[in-house]
């Protein structure tokens, strides 16, 4: 397939992406391209400009920073699957990120570019919404910082403003005491997520202090399984305290649940206690 | 060192462009002064079309032309069927390249548009204004037949293309005195084959000389030219079809098609090289799908479980139209094989071609006898649950004893050769089988579903006896040629009519040469695909071209070999009943000293200094071989599966197959065409389908959405094998490439059956799906 | 926009639209054609190059998102006409039918042992989840990746 035209301009800096935002109408931010790219080829979108942000050195790079993970926005899924630190800090996210697409989409595809399409079959928004995420942006008005779960505000939107620019994503380092894993049904054709559950855990004296459990793939956005979360805190991490909290997934997941040709919306909705018990396994595995 | 290299494993001679990203396929084709053509096609499944702007698209940049079916008038005659089955009643609709005042499938095509480059040819689609008026669809064949279904084409009554069948022995009785009637409804789900190269056609018209030559992806370019002269009017002395690097086919590059035609059209009006290639969205719209079948089967059997009969009703999706070979694949590749490996007294089958608001049906890999054989196949595992028997026991009791020279069936065909017990005790031995069911039994005590599914098929191919293919209404034979000619220094062109894209007979024939000749494979360049330069052949499909053309390949060599015997003979001064030969030497008899090798034969005959009376020059020989009877190759398979019962997710654990193609040429290439074709049919079982929603919008329109088997889902296959001549082919060869499709989407099927049996599960629809197995389970529990 | 190029070696300097995929440069600007276009949605993996050494989809990158990097197809693996292991291993092993996938597939696995050169059997099946082939069932290029690491640690084992 072949994209219509649009004129092409190249950022040099976040303050360069600012200025360009503002001197084209219809414009829309290039990173990887490998969420828009296929939008464009299709013809689903036909925007006037693109604005290439994919040379800017301040959106990339992993760092560690007072307590957190600082993941700049260009940094790739290749990326967030081998990085050390990301791999200790928050290993849910690398293994997340392990699972996306196949080699050749890793090396392309960005964080960023990833949560700021927001689809809701995608691996990244479940996981950084469990990992307590919080996305950095700025625009016209300055900076701001906006947490995991008032980010993804709907199927493909976004807190992000059409003047705005994803620059970083910050992920707490895990604590004393936790563990995250995410455990995943991918489509057999695009290796989205029919069902994705992110969890992580926090121990303490061989009780579960925290349980942030969260679910994608089959909610428009990730949706947090309150009552997974309920049943877990305070208890002992055995297999029969997953079992159990597992089986209320479906509790909180509400009636806006995603279906199609594939699996249905009644299907994910009784089979993701499977997927959440299996993270939840992995991720009480490691505290062990 | 002997340079007789049949039944060696040689590295394959078609390599080396392919892996340097040398070789040339359709799309990588350019021509000075070439344009793009881009095809407009109807986003609705069924429409009149009450009028067509294009006002807006000529304007565009780079737009050289658009053209609509007014614009074909009197230049494209419609788009031809090739198998007209007999006692069928078939009626053949108007297939016209461009829809005149009706779409029918959503992938018909309305316009197209020729530009400069093919981006602008694609910008221009979009400026098109086509004003449609829907109607109702239809999509499935099974509602299609019904009375109030809306109505595809005016000549056909019902949507009934065909009702083609097929009565052996007295069914009425098998079922009167059957102790066991089973029943089931099967649906072979419509797939779409996913060649990795998409179609292409590049078409060049030379308005001065009238001359045309066209670069297709075709798997058979002699009925391309054929086809191509009747519809374009270009007399076929003047049209050349070249295939060159063609990026497998699977049956979807059988039919000649509708674009190929517009950009013949396109070409001719313009006077200039015109090429269009398909994106894969397209691809998925537009070229023909496989298999589509309702099927309701009724099994006869005594409480001993043999098998006393078998009566079928089978409603075979066409689609929109009736593509080249479509009717003849659900009827003689199918009808005829229900007897399968068994000896089956009484058999009786209605196969209705139904049209529905769909692309266009054809030939994908097995073409019928996948079809045929899941319907034996899951039913006679159906009988051994029924009378608590392990389905291998139940084969042994049914199947044709061995045979080496002829076996009638029942539907009328003769099997060639076969050894169907020796292959299935074959299988369970390298499988382990009885370890297996230990295995299985331990498993469920412990919770967890494992299931092994058995296959065993014959299949008919090498296509055909051209006298058989006269009678079955096919509209052309089914011989094949080849030439073979020795150069001076005794180097070795041949040229078949045949034309492989994929499946190695660059190497394979040049083994043929090198064992029937004694000359090295290196030593002979194998010329096909090109209708200018090699003699016409019907083409690659249907597991015929080493069953057909090797057979045409082998004869011919052995018209060299006796007119070099006579050269040798001469040159050495002896008779011609003295000479002996082997391994590329002639010699008199009790003298291998008193010898000429082929190529210092090769020599001479060109040369032609010192010729023996009456005989004349050159070293070269053209064989036309009709077949005197089909190959029927044959085998038995076996997946191991488990079954996650919380997801329903099926996990293929392990593939163990045995198959009998006859002695093998190259068993590297045997190996690499059974891997292939049983992955092919394991996508079937577990992945594949094509679906269409109500109103005819394919809802799998992208490889987003339609899973074809990747790397990290499979086992490896453990290859077996059996070697059963034929008894009629010179190489006594068969054919391997349907094989491995024909066997394990069945196998898969009963693996995954008898995985859930305990759960009380009966069926499952393919393909399996998490959530169709999961609710199968879920139904059986509320059961 | 004018954009520059290097591709096997070679420099190109070319004018392009925007809008036009890699892919479509290195086949119709660059003449390579040997980079194959299998599907519209990013599955198929035929189109996969290296970019900086790195492999993608050609087909889901611009070109100009290329300008000013280096590009290697599989026209530029062989040497001094010796063929990469890949391609020799592929050709022992009977890694390719029709040969479409081939070039991309050899591509990947390329990248496969850039970063793990004793892989695994599922790591290779899993390091080719984007290379699809309708013609092998994969289990033949799984072994040509196989052998190739071998040839490349130097016959050792």
Redesign the interface.
């Known amino acids: 397939m072949f994209p219509a035209k649009f004129d092409y301009v190249r950022a040099d800096s976040a303050a360069d992406v600012g200025r360009l935002l503002a001197e084209h109408d219809d414009a829309k931010l290039l990173a990887g391209g490998h969420s828009l790219i296929p939008i464009l080829k299709l013809r689903l979108a036909a925007p006037a400009t693109l604005i290439d942000i994919g040379r800017i050195p301040e959106l990339k790079g992993v760092s560690v920073e007072g307590g957190a993970l600082r993941i700049g926005a260009l940094t790739t899924h290749a990326e967030l699957a081998s990085s050390d630190d990301i791999r200790r800090q928050a290993p849910a996210l690398a293994e997340a990120a392990a699972q996306i697409g196949d080699p050749a989409v890793r090396n392309r595809g960005t964080i960023g570019g990833n949560v700021a399409h927001a689809d809701p079959a995608s691996d990244l928004p479940a996981v950084l919404t469990a990992l307590g995420a919080t996305f950095h942006m700025t625009g016209p008005d300055g900076s701001r910082a906006v947490p995991a779960e008032s980010f993804f505000e709907g199927m493909m939107m976004t807190a992000l403003q059409d003047n705005e620019l994803l620059t970083a994503v910050e992920v707490p380092c895990q604590a004393e005491g936790q563990a995250s894993a995410y455990s995943k049904l991918p489509h057999p054709a695009s290796r989205y997520a029919v069902i994705g559950a992110a969890v992580r855990l926090t121990v303490a004296e061989g009780r579960c202090t925290e349980a942030r459990v969260v679910l994608g793939g089959l909610t428009p956005i990730p949706t947090r399984a309150l009552a997974v979360e309920q049943a877990l805190t305070g208890k002992p991490l055995d297999d029969r305290t997953l079992q159990a909290a597992s089986a209320a997934t479906a509790d909180g997941l509400g009636d806006d649940l995603l279906g199609d040709i594939y699996a249905s919306a009644e299907y994910r909705k009784a089979v993701a206690h499977v997927y959440v018990r299996r993270a939840l396994a992995a991720a009480a595995g490691r505290l062990a | 060192m002997t340079t007789r290299m049949f039944g060696s494993a040689i590295?394959?001679r078609?390599?080396?462009?392919?892996?340097?990203?040398?070789?040339?396929?359709t799309?990588?084709m350019t021509l000075p002064g070439m344009l793009h053509a881009a095809m407009l096609r109807s986003p609705y499944a069924h429409a009149r079309i009450r009028s067509i702007d294009a006002s807006a698209a000529l304007e565009a940049e780079g737009v050289v032309a658009v053209y609509t079916s007014a614009d074909a008038e009197g230049e494209l005659n419609p788009v031809p069927c090739a198998w007209l089955l007999p006692n069928s009643g078939l009626v053949v609709a108007d297939y016209p390249s461009l829809a005149k005042d009706t779409v029918r499938y959503v992938g018909d095509i309305v316009a197209v548009v020729v530009a400069e480059t093919?981006?602008q040819a694609?910008?221009a689609l979009?400026l098109i204004d086509v004003d449609y008026d829907p109607l109702p669809a239809v999509t499935s064949p099974e509602q299609a037949a019904q009375p109030d279904a809306p109505q595809l084409h005016e000549n056909v009554p019902g949507n009934q293309a065909f009702h083609w069948t097929l009565t052996g022995g007295d069914v009425e009785a098998a079922f009167a005195n059957a102790d066991v009637v089973l029943h089931e409804h099967i649906v072979q789900q419509r797939l779409i084959p996913?060649?990795?190269?998409?179609r292409a056609t590049l078409a060049h018209y030379i308005q001065a000389s009238g001359e045309l030559t066209v670069w297709n992806t075709t798997q058979n370019p002699h009925i391309l030219r054929f086809v191509s002269s009747a519809v374009t009017g270009v007399p076929e002395d003047r049209l050349r079809v070249i295939a060159p690097?063609?990026?497998?086919g699977?049956g979807s590059k059988i039919a000649a098609y509708p674009a190929d035609f517009i950009t013949m059209l396109c070409s001719k009006k313009l006077g200039r090289p015109v090429k269009w290639a398909e994106?894969?969205?397209e691809n998925y719209q537009a070229t023909t799908h496989g298999r589509d079948h309702v099927q309701e089967v009724e099994l006869a059997a005594t409480k001993d479980g043999k098998i006393t009969g078998l009566r079928a009703k089978v409603w075979s999706g066409m689609g929109a139209y009736l593509s080249l070979a479509a009717p003849g694949i659900p009827t003689i590749l199918h009808g005829l094989m229900l007897s399968g490996v068994y000896d089956i007294p009484a058999i009786q089958e209605d196969v209705y071609g139904i049209h529905t608001n769909t692309t266009p049906v054809e030939a994908y890999r097995g073409a019928g006898r996948p079809e045929a054989t899941f319907m034996l196949e899951c039913l006679v595992d159906r009988l051994a649950k029924e009378l608590g028997l392990d389905p291998a026991e139940v084969r042994r009791r049914n199947f044709i004893p061995a045979f080496d020279n002829g076996h009638p069936v029942v539907t009328g065909l003769t099997y060639d050769s076969g050894n169907y017990q020796g292959a299935l005790d074959k299988l369970l031995d390298k499988a382990g089988y009885q370890d297996l069911r230990r295995q299985q039994a331990e498993a469920r005590e412990n919770g967890r579903y494992l299931g092994l599914g058995l296959a065993t098929y014959v299949e008919i191919c090498g296509l055909g006896p051209s006298q058989v293919a006269g009678a079955i209404g096919f509209q052309g034979g089914l011989w094949e040629s080849a030439i073979v000619r020795f150069h001076p220094s005794g180097k070795v062109h041949v040229f078949i009519g045949a034309s492989p894209?994929?499946?190695?007979e660059e190497t394979t024939f040049a083994q043929i040469i090198s064992s029937e000749l004694g000359v090295s494979p290196d030593d002979v360049k194998v010329v096909h695909g090109d209708t200018d330069n090699t003699p016409m052949g019907w083409g690659t499909y249907g597991s015929r071209t080493t069953a057909v053309g090797g057979a045409a390949l082998a004869v011919t060599a052995r018209k060299i070999r006796d007119k070099a015997k006579i050269i040798a003979a001469h040159l050495l001064e002896a008779a011609v009943e003295d000479m002996d030969y082997e391994d590329g030497k002639f010699f008199v008899k009790g003298s291998p000293d008193q010898a000429k090798t082929i190529q210092e034969v090769a020599l001479m005959a060109n040369v032609a200094w010192n010729m023996p009376a009456g005989v004349e020059a050159g070293l070269e020989a053209s064989t036309f071989y009709d077949p005197p009877n089909f190959v029927y190759p044959f085998g038995a398979h076996l997946a191991v599966v488990e079954v996650d019962p919380?997801?329903?997710?099926v996990d293929l654990q392990r593939y163990v197959c045995v198959d009998d193609c006859g002695p093998q040429i190259n068993p590297?290439?045997v190996?690499?065409q059974v891997?292939?074709?049983?992955?092919?049919g394991v996508g079937q079982a577990l992945?594949e389908g094509a679906?269409y929603d109500e109103d005819g919008q394919l809802?799998?329109g992208?490889?987003?959405?339609?899973?074809?088997?990747?790397?990290?889902?499979?086992p490896?296959?453990e290859v077996h094998s059996t070697v059963t001549p034929s008894p009629h082919h010179p190489l006594g060869v068969k054919g391997i490439g349907e094989a491995g499709t024909i066997a394990s989407t069945v196998a898969v099927y009963n693996a995954v059956m008898d995985a859930v049996a305990p759960l009380g599960v009966q069926r499952i629809a393919m393909p399996f799906?998490?959530?169709r197995v999961?609710?199968a389970i879920q139904d059986a529990k509320e059961a | 926009m004018k954009v520059q190029l290097t591709i096997n070696g070679r420099r190109f300097d070319r004018e392009v639209e925007p809008r036009q995929l890699l892919v479509h440069f290195l086949r119709d600007l660059g003449g390579l054609t040997g980079t194959k276009v299998g599907c519209d949605t990013s599955q198929c993996g035929a189109c996969t190059v290296l970019l900086d050494g790195v492999a993608v989809k050609s087909c889901t990158c611009l070109t100009v998102q290329a300008d000013g990097c280096q590009v290697t197809t599989v026209e530029g693996l062989s040497r001094d006409g010796k063929l990469h292991p890949l391609q020799e291993a592929f050709w022992n092993k009977h890694g390719l039918q029709c040969g479409y996938c081939t070039p991309g597939m050899i591509l990947a696995s390329h990248e496969l042992l850039r970063t793990n050169p004793d892989p695994s059997e599922p790591e290779i099946r899993h390091a080719l989840e984007g290379n699809m082939c309708r013609c092998t069932g994969y289990q033949n290029i799984v072994r040509s990746v196989k052998e190739a690491a071998k040839t490349m640690a130097g016959g050792s084992q």
Not at chain 2, 675 to 680: A, D, F, T, Y
Not at chain 2, 702 to 714: E, G, K, T, V
């Open positions: 590295r394959r078609e390599d080396p462009r392919l892996i340097t990203g040398s070789a040339l396929y799309d990588d093919r981006y694609y910008d979009d996913n060649a990795m190269e998409t690097e063609v990026g497998g699977f994106t894969r969205s894209h994929g499946q190695g919380e997801t329903g997710q590297m290439i190996e690499g891997h292939g074709g049983v992955v092919q992945w679906v809802l799998t992208a490889m987003l959405d339609y899973a074809i088997p990747r790397a990290d889902r499979l490896n296959i799906t998490p959530e999961w609710r």
